[in-house]
């Protein structure tokens, strides 16, 4: 899962506690959400427009997920006119922090090893989604990155 720093960082996780992943308006990035998440995977915390850009820590999905509230408040950036409490096009997950990374695994060292980490869609080309699968081995190479 991607944030900016500034709006929202892994030390803000941590001090939070548990924080509901409001204002996904991707179907792609929600369909991965809702279908491909489940309460107690974990969760590799990206931070993104920052330099450097990378992994910074750990999170895990707890609990179900659930419409996003804010498509629902006409006052939010997140709302959306379309979407009913009856038929709600957006859901969420809470994520709970988990553990900070020791050091940034920055984007560059993840491109550099590209080879290792298979077809990991933070890599492809042009990705701007703000929630992306990441398979068990992607997982365990990144882990081991950490301590590199």
């Not at 720093?5 to 369909?31: C, H, K, M």
């Not at 695994?105 to 492809?124: H, Q």
């Amino acid at each position: 899962m991607k944030s900016e720093p500034e709006e929202f960082s892994i030390d803000d996780l941590a001090r939070v506690g548990v924080e509901p992943w409001t204002g996904v308006r991707n179907y792609q990035a929600r369909n991965f959400m809702r279908d491909g998440m489940r309460d107690g995977d974990g969760v590799l915390f990206y931070h993104s427009n920052t330099q450097p850009p990378g992994i910074v820590g750990i999170a895990r999905v707890k609990g179900e997920a659930y419409p996003d509230p804010t498509q629902f408040d006409p006052e939010s950036d997140y709302h959306d006119p379309k979407s009913s409490p009856d038929a709600p096009r957006w859901l969420l997950r809470d994520i709970a922090f988990e553990r900070r990374f020791a050091r940034c695994i920055t984007l560059d060292e993840l491109k550099a090893a590209a080879g290792r980490l298979g077809d990991f869609a933070l890599l492809n080309r042009g990705n701007r989604l703000s929630v992306l699968p990441v398979s068990a081995a992607q997982w365990k190479t990144i882990l081991k990155m950490e301590n590199a």
